[in-house]
Each structure stands twice: as C-alpha cells, then as structure tokens.
C-alpha cells in the first residue's frame, strides 16, 4: 500500500510536468480578480517582457486571454533539485551575482508566503525564467528605469529605446540619474500606485523653449520650469509605486533649486529622439512614443494609464491667471481625473491663499496630445509665465514642489 502511494504521488508530480518534462515550471492557481499581470507580479515576474511570452506559451493563451479564478496555470518558475551545494552547481552557472539574484528570489517568496519551505530543508530551487533564458539585450521592463536611461550619445542618433531600459529589479537598487546626484536615490515609500501607469510631459523643449518671461531681468523660459515641476511630479509618484516616464527629458539638468534655471536646447524625447523644430512632427513625436508604451503595457494587462501634459501659458502682463486645465470633450475619464486636481488646487488656494479664491477652470480643448493619445489625457497649464504674480508660482522652489504634491495629490483621488 506505502509503495502504491509513493506511486501515485510520483505520477502526480510526472502528470503535472508532462507537458513541459525537459522544463519543470511551477503551476499555481489564478485569485479572484487576478489578470495575467497580477498573476505575474505577484511572483515578482511582471518586470521581463520574455516571462510574459513564457507564460502565453506555457498556458496556449493570449494576451487578451482572461484567467479563471482557481484554475491552475504555468507560470515563468522552473523548479530544480537542489543538490544541497550551491546554487551555482546546481545550475552549472558561472556568476555570483545571478546565483545571489536567484537566491534572494526564493527568500522573498518564502516570505511572501508563495513557498512553503526554505530551499535548504525542501531541496526546491526556484528559478524564474528570465535568469536563465531571457536574451542579456531583450528589452525587459525589468530593466526599465523609467526615468534613467543613461545620457544620450552626442549626435543624438535614433536608437532603439529597447538598448537604454537599465534597471536591476533584484539588486533593490532604486537610483535614477535623471532627477541629479542629490535626488537619485528614491526610496519606495509605499505601494499605493503599484500597477498603474504614468506619461508625464512637460512642454516644448530642445529647439524650441516655449513661452517666454522676464524676471527681475532674467529670462523664464517655459520648457525648463515646466519640466523641473513634471520632474519633482514624477519623483512623488515612482516613490509611491508607480511606473513613470518622463517622455521630454534632459540628460543633466536634474531636479534644480534656486529661482533662474537657465534656458538650454539639449532636451530630448523618449526612446533618445532629437527633438525637431516643427511643431507638429515634435506633438506626433511625443504621442507615438507614449502610444508605443501604451500598447506594451496593455498587453501585459495594465489598464490603469494616463498621460499628463504640464505648461506654463502666455498672456498679456496684466493677466492674472489659476492652474488650469483642459479635458479631450467627451472623454468621462479625462475629464474626471481634471477634475480632480483642480479640485484639490481649489482646496489648497482656500487653505493656503490669504483670500481664498481660486479662478482656475477645467474646459474640453481638442488639442493633439488629448485627441492621439492612447491613455487618458489631462492638459495643465501652471499660470502666466510674463505676469509677476504667476511667475513666483513657479520660479520659487519651494512653489514648484508645491505644484507637483498637488498635482499627485490630485491625482490619488
């Protein structure tokens, strides 16, 4: 009877690999409400585009496929017997630092409660698949730095995006050069954002620098305070989580203090694309890099991403003018998430402000980077860059990182 047990046990775990017998690959139940990314993240796998590509093989699904709570599915761990060694022998690979990454991978899922015992004492090696057969140049969203892809060469040749995405998931490394040697380091507070998806662009840029003002003698111009407010934005929302591109980007400006940032031309667009002087092949350039993005994230099973587009206006002198924001007409979602910040601006200028009034709107506007955008679209403009009053909006410190807690705070809602 022991031996006819030991059998069927023995049958079992056969029965459950058969179809894969030259790979093992752990088998694990779908939760209610689970998609095929939060499958995935829960296992810490959602980073590698190739662990996706694994999991459709494994399942005979598609991208579009939907899960079954409680149905089992393949996922991107292969399961070794661990020779009671090492890791590196067990596997027959060369490197320290793979073998440490895999480790640590196994610890965090006997932490999470995902395994049942330690390697040690089960002889069980979990190994995601990435570590073994991802290709070193696959572009992995595991190796996505959103905001860090490293400076651009200096004839700022088009390269593909794909070659730049550096960021290692398992060393807990969270550097990011393009907020500066002081801020690069973001420590991830909490994960309220996790799962949801940020495009974040601040206007105009390279050879073009927006509108322009003068300040106690000194020139404002639009593109470089706006992209140092986008910037402190996309900072707040990486440390809460979230996956955030900044799409116009500047290789050394960084986060910047002081009242007078100075006006340069080497901002570039997502993917190193040189920014071109025609306006219109500059906003097509803008909306097909988030587009492209857009469509990756989509079919990992994101659904929660939206684009937000920060400028500062130009009006006459005398114009006194709120934050204010514009809305694709028709789009509920658009027009929701508008009103939401404006919203809590109107509740910050009641607290904050001596007289309490806020005059900022939230209209429909069918400008191209609401209309051909995929996500949904918000449009803001932080006030008058020629009028006196706005521009301390926006040319003290301490008010431009007030306008991106706001805008994040907005955003929560």
């Known amino acids: 009877m022991y031996r006819f047990l030991l059998f069927l046990v023995a049958l079992g775990v056969l029965t459950a690999f058969r179809p894969h017998e030259e790979k093992r690959f752990h088998r694990v139940p779908a939760r209610s409400g689970d998609n095929i990314y939060k499958l995935l993240e829960r296992y810490h796998l959602e980073k590698h585009d190739c662990n996706f590509d694994q999991f459709y093989s494994l399942n005979q699904l598609s991208a579009e496929s939907q899960l079954q709570a409680g149905q089992k599915y393949y996922i991107p761990v292969l399961i070794y017997r661990y020779n009671g060694k090492s890791i590196r022998t067990t596997l027959d690979i060369p490197g320290w630092e793979q073998a440490l990454r895999i480790k640590r991978y196994n610890e965090t899922m006997l932490a999470e409660e995902l395994r049942r015992s330690t390697l040690t004492r089960s002889n069980i090696l979990w190994v995601p698949y990435h570590e073994l057969s991802c290709l070193s140049g696959e572009s992995t969203t595991a190796q996505v730095d959103p905001s860090n892809p490293p400076p651009p060469p200096p004839a700022r040749e088009k390269i593909d995006p794909k070659i730049i995405e550096q960021q290692q998931k398992f060393s807990g490394a969270r550097k990011f050069p393009i907020f500066g040697a002081q801020y690069a380091h973001i420590p991830l507070v909490d994960q309220k954002l996790r799962g949801k998806v940020f495009y974040l662009v601040s206007g105009h840029g390279g050879p073009d620098p927006g509108a322009v003002g003068k300040y106690r003698k000194h020139q404002l111009c639009e593109d470089e305070y706006a992209y140092d407010v986008t910037l402190r934005l996309c900072r707040r929302l990486i440390q809460h989580g979230a996956i955030a591109y900044m799409i116009t ?113 939230v209209t429909g506007r069918d400008l191209h980077m609401l209309r051909e955008c995929k996500p949904r679209a918000v449009f803001i403009e932080l006030g008058n860059i020629r009028n006196s009053a706005d521009q301390k909006r926006f040319v003290l410190e301490s008010n431009r990182e007030a306008l991106a807690k706001w805008l994040y705070e907005g955003l929560i809602k």
Not at 275 to 298: C, G, M, V, W
Not at 323 to 343: E, L, M, Q, T, W
């Open 249 to 361: 980007r500047d290789p050394d400006d960084g986060l910047r203090s002081g009242e007078y940032l100075d006006c340069d031309t080497d901002e570039y667009c997502w993917g190193d694309y040189k920014i071109p002087r025609s306006q219109k092949a500059r906003l097509f350039q803008r909306s097909d890099a988030i587009n492209t993005l857009y469509e990756r994230h989509r079919k990992q099973g994101i659904k929660d991403q939206q684009a937000l587009i920060i400028h500062i206006d130009s009006s006459s002198k005398g114009v006194n003018t709120d934050v204010f924001f514009y809305h694709y007409p028709g789009s509920d979602s658009s027009r929701r998430i508008a009103k939401n910040i404006h919203r809590t601006f109107a509740q910050k200028y009641k607290k904050y402000r001596s007289n309490g009034r806020y005059t900022g709107t």
